[in-house]
């Protein structure tokens, strides 16, 4: 393994752990703004590195949002598994005017999956009285695209604006290497 990809994905690792820790610890237990922030980064770390450094990041991501959110074992992991496999196969496929837009878009789409994702997850595991904290309800879905919009919209602005990929190789070498 290469320095940076070590040193990457120590920064992968630290940055979820502490951006989940804050967010449990500041953001109000509302599932529809607990679902708005978090699962933006763990997406855009899935979506924007490598493979393996993609899947390590939403393994982890997934992992610390379950543990925080007291959801059933895999129940993110295999939900930001699946974003992150989806996502490899269309990225490029997608236009290069529609790509700003993944935040927005992707945030408007993925938090109300997640909350239906993790409610049907948990049913097995909870049974119906034990998942029902889970369930979405109308304000729920009506609220958590919006916020999804905002979140999502808000976090990959932020991370194409700092690039917190820190220790990935230059653009250039990675459109080269291909």
């Not at 940055?15 to 978090?38: D, E």
């Not at 982890?60 to 930001?80: D, Q």
């Given at each position: 393994?290469?320095?940076?990809?070590?040193?990457?994905?120590?920064?992968?690792?630290?940055f979820?752990?502490?951006?989940?820790?804050?967010?449990?610890?500041?953001?109000?237990?509302?599932?529809?703004?607990?679902?708005?922030?978090?699962?933006?980064?763990?997406?855009?770390?899935?979506?924007t590195?490598?493979?393996?450094?993609?899947?390590?990041?939403?393994?982890?991501?997934?992992?610390?949002?379950?543990?925080?959110?007291?959801?059933?074992?895999?129940?993110?992991?295999s939900?930001?598994l699946?974003?992150?496999?989806?996502?490899?196969?269309?990225?490029?496929?997608?236009?290069?005017?529609?790509?700003?837009?993944?935040?927005l878009?992707?945030?408007?789409?993925?938090?109300?999956?997640?909350?239906?994702?993790?409610?049907?997850?948990a049913?097995?595991?909870?049974?119906?009285?034990?998942a029902?904290?889970?369930?979405?309800g109308?304000?729920?879905?009506?609220?958590?695209?919006?916020?999804?919009?905002?979140g999502?919209?808000?976090?990959?602005?932020?991370?194409?604006?700092?690039?917190?990929?820190?220790?990935?190789?230059?653009?250039?070498?990675?459109?080269?290497?291909?």
């Amino acid at each position: 393994m290469r320095a940076e990809r070590f040193w990457a994905a120590v920064w992968v690792t630290v940055f979820l752990s502490a951006l989940v820790g804050v967010c449990s610890a500041v953001m109000p237990r509302v599932p529809a703004v607990q679902l708005a922030v978090a699962p933006a980064w763990v997406a855009w770390w899935a979506l924007t590195q490598s493979a393996r450094l993609g899947a390590w990041a939403a393994l982890w991501g997934g992992a610390l949002l379950e543990a925080a959110w007291g959801v059933p074992t895999g129940g993110c992991v295999s939900f930001f598994l699946t974003l992150w496999l989806v996502g490899r196969v269309w990225r490029e496929a997608l236009p290069e005017e529609l790509r700003p837009l993944h935040g927005l878009v992707g945030g408007m789409v993925c938090a109300p999956a997640l909350r239906v994702w993790l409610w049907l997850w948990a049913l097995p595991w909870l049974g119906g009285e034990g998942a029902a904290p889970l369930r979405p309800g109308l304000t729920g879905l009506v609220a958590a695209p919006a916020l999804g919009a905002l979140g999502g919209g808000a976090v990959f602005a932020l991370a194409r604006a700092c690039d917190f990929r820190v220790f990935a190789p230059p653009k250039e070498e990675t459109r080269h290497a291909g």
